[in-house]
């Protein structure tokens, strides 16, 4: 069973409101990545870090999220301006350095109003 | 760049009855990890199968799956469905662009008594 945490489970915003979650990877879990699960249930890769440094994000990561993964802290993904098409559930997973499996949390179903 | 493509996106069957869900794959990568996930609601999606090695059979939980290099196939199988088989899954490849995964669009199966 996956022991990634994802905080809060539920979160509900206004448009153009800040919108922050968060996510404890396994122990030992240096790579995270965060993906997007829309309403048609399809997932869509948004960035990924290794520790602390970010490997690859998409064009919309960059211009309107913001996603840090600090030392001995949770790692976060914001959106600073909250769209309704930001509606989705954000998945966050971890694995170990190299590896091939991804370990997912619950999610965080995020609803902008 | 890399897709994945499930054909289905709903699949009903009766309790008893054969599972086959398909999965085929486009990827410029010689040696591509292929992977199905099931995501039960209000749960995190977890890994039911991986295989990288061309024609080779690997099985979890009664599914089983076989990665064919030459139809860039993945099709996951079960030889009887249960009620409880009902769930989300996702066929997903890995193939070296930092780790990140991409996915099918998903095959609801819903298995009736």
């Known amino acids: 069973n996956s022991k990634v945490i994802q905080t809060p489970r539920y979160l509900v915003k206004g448009q153009g409101q800040k919108a922050k979650m968060r996510c404890i990877p396994e122990?030992?879990?240096?790579?995270v990545f965060w993906y997007q699960q829309n309403k048609n249930n399809e997932f869509k890769f948004l960035i990924n870090?290794?520790?602390?440094?970010?490997?690859?994000q998409i064009d919309m990561t960059e211009k309107r999220f913001s996603a840090e993964c600090p030392s001995n802290s949770p790692c976060s993904l914001e959106i600073q301006s909250s769209e309704a098409g930001d509606s989705a559930l954000y998945l966050c997973?971890?694995?170990?350095?190299?590896?091939?499996?991804?370990?997912f949390g619950p999610g965080t179903r995020l609803t902008v109003l | 760049g890399d897709s994945v493509t499930q054909t289905e996106g709903l699949v009903t069957l009766t309790e008893g009855l054969p599972v086959m869900l398909n999965c085929t794959y486009q990827?410029?990568?010689?040696?591509?990890?292929l992977f199905w996930y099931v995501h039960y609601l209000n749960e995190s999606p977890r890994l039911l199968l991986k295989?990288?090695?061309?024609?080779k059979r690997t099985e979890h939980q009664g599914f089983h799956a076989t990665l064919h290099k030459s139809s860039s196939s993945f099709h996951l199988q079960k030889s009887s469905a249960q009620l409880s088989d009902s769930a989300l899954y996702y066929c997903?490849?890995?193939?070296?662009?930092?780790?990140?995964?991409?996915f099918g669009a998903g095959t609801r199966l819903a298995v009736c008594p």
């Open positions: 997903a490849q890995e193939s070296g662009s930092f780790n990140k995964l991409t």
């Open positions: 870090f290794q520790n602390q440094e970010v490997l690859q």
């Open positions: 122990k030992g879990h240096p790579v």
């Open positions: 990827t410029i990568y010689s040696n591509p990890f």
């Open positions: 295989s990288s090695t061309d024609n």
């Open positions: 997973a971890s694995s170990l350095l190299g590896g091939i499996e991804q370990y």
